[in-house]
Structures are given as C-alpha cells and as structure tokens.
C-alpha cells in the first residue's frame, strides 16, 4: 500500500526486547494522507530491526511519500480516543521518504 502525500502525526518510541528468536526493536510512526476529503485514512505503521533508521530524518509535521506492506490489521485506540488502523509489514521492504517541493 502507499500514501503518496500524508503528515506525519506521531513517531513513537523505540521498543525493544528479546525473544526466543534473539533480540529485536521495533517503531512505529502514525500517518495520516493529505486527501481533500472530510475524512483521510490513517494508518499505524511499524519499522522493524534496521529499517528503524529510515526514521531518522523524519519529524513529526513532516509531509511523507510512504509505502508498506500489510500483513496483519487491528484495530487500537490513540490516547485521544481516535481509532487507527495498524499495519505491520513484518519481513517485507519498507520505504519511506520527505516529499520535496521543488520551487
């Protein structure tokens, strides 16, 4: 799936752990698509192991071409009691860049 032009409304922290597996780190960041419509989809998506640091440049505000895959979906809650859909691209690319404006 892609958004071709959405906001970047959340990054959370950085998780880690370790399972029987070994250890393993995980972020996700909250999108929603610049769409001119009264309702835009938003999306929760998760950056895995090394992916993580396709986020480093990214801000919160900042306006973002994103591609992902989908493997599993829920629904959760943000803390202002909005709902988000939450995508996970588990062993698939990620991709995730700042939309430049050219002058």
Request: charged share 35%.
């Amino acid at each position: 799936m892609e958004f071709k032009r959405a906001k970047v409304e959340k990054i959370l922290p950085v998780e880690c752990g370790t399972s029987e597996r070994g250890d393993w780190k995980s972020q996700s960041i909250v999108v929603c698509e610049e769409l001119p419509v009264p309702y835009p989809d938003r999306v929760r998506i998760d950056f895995r192991g090394d992916k993580i640091d396709q986020l480093r440049d990214i801000h919160e505000g900042d306006v973002v071409h994103v591609v992902w895959t989908s493997g599993v979906t829920e629904r959760t809650m943000m803390k202002d009691g909005r709902e988000v859909h939450f995508m996970s691209g588990y062993h698939r690319g990620h991709l995730i860049e700042r939309v430049i404006h050219n002058a």
